[in-house]
């Protein structure tokens, strides 16, 4: 089992940053490919960072070169840093462990309880 504990999130204005934080339980997290997701009111789940095992970081075009995924293994942690925030950035963000990079689901999933980040004026 592996259990996440998400931190960071809060209310910044658009062109702002904010820099999320995850920290993981179990001596697995070495070994699992971490992502960052975000759900928005209405809308699906959708993956904005993915990093492997060994660091290789995977992003989608709407938050390429703006949002940078990184992990310690050695503190079981997995960061976003957000950068240039947009309104349409608003959403619960949460860390998954298990997934792929890319998002693909082989049976391990692991998600934590998410933290709200609000993009506003």
């Known amino acids: 089992q592996v259990q996440l504990v998400e931190s960071g999130g809060g209310l910044v204005q658009p062109g702002g940053s904010l820099r999320l934080s995850c920290v993981a339980s179990?001596?697995?997290?070495?070994?699992?490919?971490m992502g960052w997701y975000r759900q928005a009111p209405g809308k699906q789940r959708e993956l904005v960072a993915g990093?492997?095992?060994?660091?290789?970081?995977n992003y989608p075009d709407s938050v390429k070169g703006r949002f940078t995924i990184s992990r310690d293994n050695a503190k079981n942690t997995v960061s976003l840093q957000m950068n240039s925030l947009k309104p349409e950035d608003a959403a619960v963000y949460y860390c998954?462990?298990?997934?792929?990079?890319?998002?693909?689901?082989?049976?391990?999933?692991?998600w934590g309880l998410g933290t709200q980040v609000t993009v506003s004026a």
């Open positions: 998954n462990a298990g997934r792929t990079a890319t998002g693909r689901n082989y049976g391990i999933s692991y």
């Open positions: 179990g001596s697995i997290f070495s070994v699992l490919d």
């Open positions: 990093i492997t095992s060994g660091g290789n970081a």
